[in-house]
Nanobody
Framework: QIRLVESGGGSVQAGGSLRLSCAVS????????WAWFRQAQGQEREGIAT???????DYIDSVRGRFTISRDNAKNILTLQMDRVKPEDAGIYYC?????????????WGQGTQVTVSS
């Protein structure tokens, strides 16, 4: 069983930065693929970034170059650095874990943290 707890959400001005963190716990958690998803109001949840246990990462086009996903396997912390934030980045952000980055849906989820963007 993998447990995930997000923190760091809040309000940010468009063009600003925000950093989300996710504490991951559980047996062999550091061997799992970790990811960030978001759900904008009225829209389906979408995966925005994934990171393999070896640090290999991937992003959707709309955040590539602005967001950075990273992980600390020793501390079991997943991070999403959000820069040059846009109004369309607002939503509930979830961290997730699974044995494979291509599984859909992911097996383990955090409770979500709200990100609000003011223009």
């Amino acid at each position: 069983q993998i447990r995930l707890v997000e923190s760091g959400g809040g309000s940010v001005q468009a063009g600003g930065s925000l950093r989300l963190s996710c504490a991951v716990s559980g047996r062999r958690a550091s061997f799992y693929c970790w990811a960030w998803f978001r759900q904008a109001q009225g829209q389906e949840r979408e995966g925005i970034a994934t990171i393999e246990s070896d640090g290999a990462s991937d992003y959707i086009d709309s955040v590539r170059g602005r967001f950075t996903i990273s992980r600390d396997n020793a501390k079991n912390i997943l991070t999403l650095q959000m820069d040059r934030v846009k109004p369309e980045d607002a939503g509930i952000y979830y961290c997730a874990a699974d044995q494979s980055c291509i599984n859909d849906p992911f097996t383990y989820w955090g409770q979500g943290t709200q990100v609000t963007v003011s223009s």
